[in-house]
């Protein structure tokens, strides 16, 4: 499985292809017949425009004929005139053809820039826990922005600016052999070629210094997003300046690349120069031979200059406009590797919605690793009837967290079955599965919104009366009611203007709002003192009430009242029983509680002597 992006410099011949074919369905969508007739009138109008323009060069040869021929005063005032309006014609509908050819296609491409981004953003958020883990989000969010400016570029240069390129030059060198035999054709074709392998092998050089550049682009904002993203640790280690160190490492290559791709264009630009200079020097003697010999005209003359200068213009540009291409279709490729990244949790042909019931979850003989060489769960087998309260406690590292994670389906299990009502979490859709489950986790992370837009996520069709009483069950209204801005108020990145006590009732509230048949309490009060944690506990029993709940806990007294309490260690369950049965017992649940409650003793005994020592 691919856990990364390509870098840069993956993308070859085959791939530029694979990725153009990919490309090529959204410029042709299927069930848009009025998209389809756009891009057929586009590419008309491509082709009027293009005929429209080397056809200027011939009115301006006959005017200039006229005008130099010996003849009628008439002829020489009135016929030019006509020429000349005739040449100015053609320039202003060859413009007009090209400008409504980029009005047509405009939509199309439009919709093909939104529907790439929008199926890549979709397919990110159906990929798997592990590949988010693992991922970085600065880079990915940066290959789908790359990505989607590549197909603009693409979409603009190669349609309007290569193939009409290629279209002119064959006119204009077809027009050459008609009119003055094949030496003038293959001339110009001769320093098209030189020309165009000069730009492309110089180019090709070049691109390395690009790939660079893309990778310390992509570098230097991942590192930028993860340093902001972590702002408080970075002010609490006082490591502004290592973060800044970092960051200028980043922009430090980039600048060096940058620096070698800008000089090596001077190079390119040269060669470019001389040839097209030689070139049109070469076609000019000739032509003016011909002028002398009396083979040609002084419009005839001027016609070849005209040609030649129209068709080399454009490919001024052939070597910006080949890097681009390829620095798109490297970007494009990149973008289109995360959709073809394979999501790991994927629904079964033909998976039914979850069946409608009470909510009894059941684990039977349930293995997992995240790396086959060290097993997480092993043989775990439990019953949650509905409406009861299951708690599962133990040391860190002892796999409580991915029970959670596997009954959500973030993860397969890789051996035995998981089942709620009697259907394998394997066998529904994942969609289903997920509504009928209710997480309130142990970091509560927020949308940068407000907090009326955190809760209603629950059930964002909720109407502003069911958000305020989810809100109230969750013992957080009266909170919202007294800050300024109310439901309104922004809660900051990641929720960070909260409290950790504040964003768990908002994550409770939400939680509500969602009315799931399950409900799972992922370690959701280890980070809150202990007052707040008995205001918080107080809220679960009143969100739990008639609902099958599952709860995952460190602290002993947060579970306390669960009608069965299973004790997990190194992935097994060594333990399980009510509070009372397994102190009783005395083994593994009775030596956590005795340790808990003298670490709570020895903090009570500390406050007190810290208040005890406050002045009177």
Same mark, same amino acid.
């Given at each position: ?394 040391? !860190?590292?002892?796999?409580?967290? #991915?029970?959670?994670? &596997? %009954?959500?389906? /973030?993860? @397969? ?5 998981? $089942? ?105 009060? !280890?980070?809150?003192?202990?007052? #707040?944690?008995?205001? &918080? %506990?107080?809220? /679960?029993? @009143? ?5 099958? $709940? ?67």
């Amino acid at each position: 499985m691919r856990n990364r992006l390509p870098g840069p410099g993956a993308q070859n011949p085959a791939g530029e292809w694979m990725t153009i074919k990919t490309l090529l369905p959204y410029l042709w969508p299927a069930g848009e017949p009025g998209l389809r007739i756009r891009v057929v009138v586009a590419m008309a109008l491509l082709v009027a425009a293009k005929a429209t323009n080397v056809s200027v060069p011939i009115f301006y040869k006959q005017a200039v004929d006229i005008l130099t021929a010996k003849g009628n005063v008439d002829v020489l005032i009135s016929v030019p005139v006509a020429l000349i309006i005739g040449y100015g014609l053609c320039r202003v509908a060859a413009q007009a053809f090209g400008e409504l050819r980029d009005a047509v296609f405009t939509r199309v491409a439009q919709r093909a820039i939104r529907q790439a981004g929008l199926q890549t953003f979709r397919h990110l958020h159906h990929l798997s826990l592990r590949f988010h883990l693992e991922r970085k989000t600065g880079g990915v969010a940066r290959a789908v922005e790359r990505g989607t400016a590549g197909i603009q570029f693409l979409l603009r240069f190669m349609l309007f600016n290569v193939l009409p390129t290629i279209l002119e030059v064959a006119l204009v060198c077809g027009i050459l052999w008609n009119l003055y035999g094949v030496a003038y054709a293959a001339l110009t074709f001769g320093v098209l070629v030189v020309y165009i392998l000069w730009t492309l092998l110089v180019t090709e050089w070049r691109l390395k210094f690009r790939r660079t550049m893309n990778e310390t682009d992509s570098e230097a904002n991942t590192r930028a997003i993860d340093s902001l993203l972590n702002f408080e640790t970075v002010k609490y280690f006082g490591n502004e300046d290592h973060e800044a160190n970092r960051f200028d490492s980043a922009l430090k290559r980039y600048e060096n690349a940058a620096i070698k791709s800008g000089t090596s264009l001077a190079l390119l630009n040269i060669g470019q120069g001389v040839i097209i200079t030689a070139g049109v020097t070469v076609a000019m003697i000739m032509a003016g031979y011909g002028v002398r010999d009396g083979n040609m005209t002084v419009g005839d003359f001027v016609l070849v200059n005209s040609y030649l200068i129209q068709i080399f213009m454009p490919l001024n540009f052939l070597g910006f406009v080949y890097r681009e291409i390829k620095r798109s279709l490297t970007d494009l490729e990149e973008m289109f590797e995360l959709l073809r990244e394979k999501a790991e949790i994927a629904d079964k042909p033909g998976a039914e919605p979850l069946r409608d019931g009470p909510g009894r979850v059941e684990f039977q003989h349930v293995n997992f690793a995240y790396d086959e060489r060290r097993p997480i769960l092993k043989d775990v087998s439990f019953t949650v009837p509905a409406g009861k309260k299951l708690a599962i406690v133990g040391p !860190s590292g002892s796999g409580k967290s #991915t029970i959670s994670r &596997i %009954l959500y389906r /973030f993860y @397969d299990a890789g051996g035995g079955t998981v $089942t709620i009502d009697g259907d394998d979490i394997a066998d529904v859709t994942q969609k289903s599965l997920r509504a009928a489950i209710g997480i309130v986790p142990q970091d509560t992370v927020l949308f940068n919104d407000t907090i009326y837009y955190n809760i209603a996520y629950g059930a964002p069709g909720a109407s502003p009366g069911e958000v305020e009483q989810a809100a109230r069950q969750a013992h957080i209204h009266d909170f919202i009611m007294a800050l300024p801005d109310g439901y309104q108020s922004m809660v900051g990145e990641r929720g960070l203007k909260l409290s950790g006590g504040e964003k768990q009732r908002v994550a409770i509230a939400r939680t509500i709002l969602k009315n799931p048949r399950i409900l799972v309490f992922d370690e959701a009060t !280890s980070a809150l003192d202990s007052k #707040t944690e008995q205001e &918080i %506990l107080a809220s /679960f029993k @009143d969100v739990s009430a008639d609902r099958t $709940t599952l709860t995952i806990a460190h602290r002993l007294s947060t579970v306390i009242d669960a009608d069965e309490i299973l004790v997990l260690h190194d992935g097994q369950i060594v333990e399980r029983g009510t509070h009372p049965a397994l102190l009783a017992a005395n083994g593994t649940y009775a030596d956590m509680w005795q340790r808990q409650q003298e670490a709570r003793e020895a903090a009570a005994k500390l406050d007190q002597l810290n208040v005890g020592e406050q002045p009177v």
